[in-house]
T-cell receptor, first 115, second 111 residues
């Protein structure tokens, strides 16, 4: 069965600190997709990144970076030099190729960035 | 502008009434989804549709119904059978690579 675990419920940092959000997943499929979404206080989820199971290259986008490791079934998200605008709930998610468009979301990690 | 629209943003209903939440997309995506989010919680899948005239139950479909008569539209009806309908409802559309694009959500309050 597919499962996504975000063990960190809340994280609080001071502006300019680096912060890593953890995501561990479980799947039996060999082809699957991992995602990160951001939910700011307004409520609308924003798609950040998709990674497929055959591509373990790490990705960097500005202050955001993602570390995908199949050996540990993890897909961690790091924000470098955090800013107050990064305060949000972040969700990790998993879709299996055999899942028929169904996506499983983790419980989310609430990030507070203090000025 | 391409995107997902949900209306209304806030909705108030009396207990026992059915209510329909609107979701429209102009991204030309085949898949559409409805999620429910309770305060401080993650997303729970209510229904999803991969193609017009077809939809599947998610994890918490009881008390809800949907239709998919057009590619652009996926309305959700919260029926009086739903025991705890007060929640934040999010609609999304999705690509063939499963990434989803969300609407702004509808906050439903039933008293």
């Amino acid at each position: 069965a597919q499962k996504v675990t975000q063990a960190q419920t809340e994280i609080s940092v001071v502006e300019k600190e680096d912060v890593t959000l953890d995501c561990v997943y479980e799947t039996r499929d060999t082809t699957y997709y991992l995602f990160w979404y951001k939910q700011p206080p307004s409520g609308e989820l924003v798609f950040l990144i998709r990674r497929n199971s055959f591509d373990e290259q790490n990705e960097i986008s500005g202050r955001y970076s993602w570390n995908f490791q199949k050996s540990t079934s993890s897909f961690n998200f790091t924000i470098t030099a955090s800013q107050v605008v990064d305060s949000a709930v972040y969700f990790c998610a998993l879709s299996e190729d055999t899942g028929g468009f169904k996506t499983i979301f983790g419980a989310g990690t609430r990030l507070f960035v203090k000025a | 502008d391409g995107g997902i629209t949900q209306s209304p943003k806030y909705l108030f209903r009396k207990e026992g009434q059915n209510v329909t939440l609107s979701c429209e997309q102009n991204l030309n995506h085949d898949a559409m989804y409805w999620y429910r989010q309770d305060p401080g919680q993650g997303l729970r899948l209510i229904y999803y549709s991969q193609i017009v005239n077809d939809f599947q139950k998610g994890d918490i479909a009881e008390g809800y119904s949907v239709s998919r008569e057009k590619k652009e539209s996926f309305p959700l009806t919260v029926t009086s059978a739903q025991k705890n309908p007060t929640a934040f409802y999010l609609c999304a559309s999705g690509t063939s690579f499963y990434e989803q694009y969300f609407g702004p959500g509808t906050r439903l309050t039933v008293t």
